[in-house]
């Protein structure tokens, strides 16, 4: 049930801003359809609750949606032209897409991988030196009577 009031929650804000366009009886709108998935990078598992907004690049309005438990977000019957998408939640590392072309009457998938924060950080590693001595040539083998009684001979 989310999930329905989130692509509702689009639909309603998507059409307040189609409806400055009012098309004549005989002319279609020219919308189209921009959805996708966001998954974590590292884990490969979907992304919920990411915040996704939606900015035509000659207008300054945006549109916003959120992604549901499988990570998907829909922006249905977006007027065509050319987007940014945006991608932030906390713990992870904002993320955007330029210059999405979207045409009328067609629908753009676009997938996307979010970068946890803690990726961007400079993670110091401490260790022992190994024990092999990395330095020396020297290789040898210690053959006893026992080894030698043990040596096949034919």
Do not use: W
């Not at 067609?106 to 110091?124: A, D, I």
Request: net charge neutral; aromatic share 8%.
């Amino acid at each position: 049930m989310k999930h329905l009031f989130a692509v509702a929650l689009c639909i309603t804000t998507l059409s307040a801003s189609a409806q400055a366009y009012e098309p004549s009886g005989d002319e279609v709108p020219k919308t189209g359809t921009l959805f996708g998935t966001v998954i974590d990078s590292q884990s490969r598992q979907p992304v919920a609750d990411v915040i996704v907004t939606l900015n035509q690049t000659r207008s300054s309005e945006a549109v916003y949606a959120r992604t549901d438990a499988q990570g998907s977000f829909r922006f249905p019957q977006a007027p065509a032209g050319t987007y940014v998408l945006r991608f932030e939640k906390e713990e992870y590392k904002p993320y955007a897409r330029s210059d999405i072309l979207l045409r009328a009457h067609r629908t753009v998938r676009v997938n996307v991988e979010f970068l946890p924060e803690y990726l961007g950080q400079v993670v110091l590693l401490r260790g022992d030196p190994p024990v092999v001595d990395l330095g020396s040539t020297t290789q040898g083998i210690k053959l006893d009577t026992e080894f030698m009684r043990r040596i096949p001979i034919r």
